[in-house]
C-alpha cells in the first residue's frame, strides 16, 4: 500500500515552458487536493477533485489546470511556467465518509522555473 | 470562511520538558480541527483531530490536544519532549464541503537535547 505519491520529485524549468505533476492513491479516496507550500505561507489549495471528472478551484488557481480522468489520479498542468511558481507542490487525498477532513499527503515535488 | 491562526513561528523546548504548540480558530458552526506534521522534505503527517465530544484529544507520537471553545483554541500538547519531536507543526481547520481544510502558517518545534 504506497498510498499518495508524486511524480517527479524535482524539477527545474525555464519560464515558458510546460509540465504535469502526477499524483496517484491507492487508498479509493473520493477527494483529492493540489496544494503549494511557500515559506512562511503555510499551505495554499491550488485545485481539488470531488470525484472522477470533477475538479474546481481552490485559492490560488490562477496559471495551474487539472484534470481527473482516473479516480486514482489527480494531474496539475502548468501551461507557461513562471518564476512565482517555484515551490513545493504537495498532493493529498481524503475519505468522503466518516474520515471526512482527515488529509493524505504525498512526499511533495520540488519545482524551481527560472 | 474558516481560518486558524499559529501565533508562534518557533517554539524551542528541551528534551524532557512538556511542550505546547498554539492555534487559535475563526469558524461559523462546530468546528473540525486537525494538526498535522512535516518532517523535513516530508510531506505532512496527519497527528490528530477534534470533530466533537471530549476535549482533550490524543494522537500520534504521544501527542494530544486540547479544545477550548471558550478561548476559541487548539492547542497541540506533549507531557515530555524528544530530540525527534522537532518538526514543523500545522493547525487546520475543515473549510465546507468536499473535505477542504485551511492550513495554519506552521510552527517549527525545535527541541534541544
Redesign the interface.
Known amino acids: 500500500n504506497a498510498g499518495?505519491t508524486q511524480t517527479p520529485k524535482f524539477r527545474v524549468l525555464k519560464t515558458g515552458q510546460s509540465m504535469t505533476l502526477l499524483c496517484a492513491q491507492d487508498m479509493n479516496h473520493e477527494?483529492m487536493?493540489w496544494y503549494r507550500q511557500d515559506p512562511?505561507?503555510?499551505?495554499r489549495?491550488i485545485h481539488?477533485s470531488?470525484g472522477e471528472g470533477t475538479t474546481?478551484k481552490?485559492e490560488v488557481p490562477d496559471g495551474y489546470n487539472v484534470s481527473r480522468l482516473k479516480k486514482q489520479n489527480f494531474l496539475l498542468g502548468l501551461e507557461s511556467a513562471a518564476p512565482s511558481q517555484t515551490s513545493v507542490y504537495?498532493c493529498?487525498s481524503?475519505?468522503?465518509g466518516a474520515g471526512?477532513?482527515?488529509?493524505?499527503?504525498?512526499?511533495?515535488t520540488r519545482l524551481t522555473v527560472l | 470562511a474558516q481560518s486558524v491562526a499559529q501565533p508562534e513561528d518557533q517554539v524551542n523546548v528541551a528534551e524532557g520538558n512538556p511542550l505546547t504548540v498554539k492555534c487559535t480558530y475563526s469558524v461559523s458552526g462546530n468546528p473540525y480541527l486537525f494538526w498535522y506534521v512535516q518532517y523535513p522534505n516530508r510531506g505532512l503527517q496527519f497527528l490528530l483531530k477534534y470533530i466533537t465530544g471530549d476535549n482533550l484529544v490524543k494522537g500520534s507520537y504521544g501527542f494530544e490536544a486540547e479544545f477550548n471553545k471558550s478561548q476559541t483554541s487548539f492547542h497541540l500538547k506533549k507531557p515530555s519532549a524528544l530530540v525527534s519531536d522537532s518538526a514543523l507543526y500545522f493547525c487546520a481547520v475543515r473549510d465546507g464541503n468536499a473535505g477542504k481544510s485551511t492550513f495554519g502558517d506552521g510552527t517549527t518545534l525545535t527541541v534541544k537535547p
Request: no cysteine; glycine share 24%.
Open positions: 499518495v477527494y487536493y512562511g505561507m503555510g499551505l489549495l481539488y470531488v474546481a481552490g504537495f493529498a481524503s475519505y468522503k471526512l477532513g482527515t488529509q493524505y499527503f504525498g512526499p511533495g
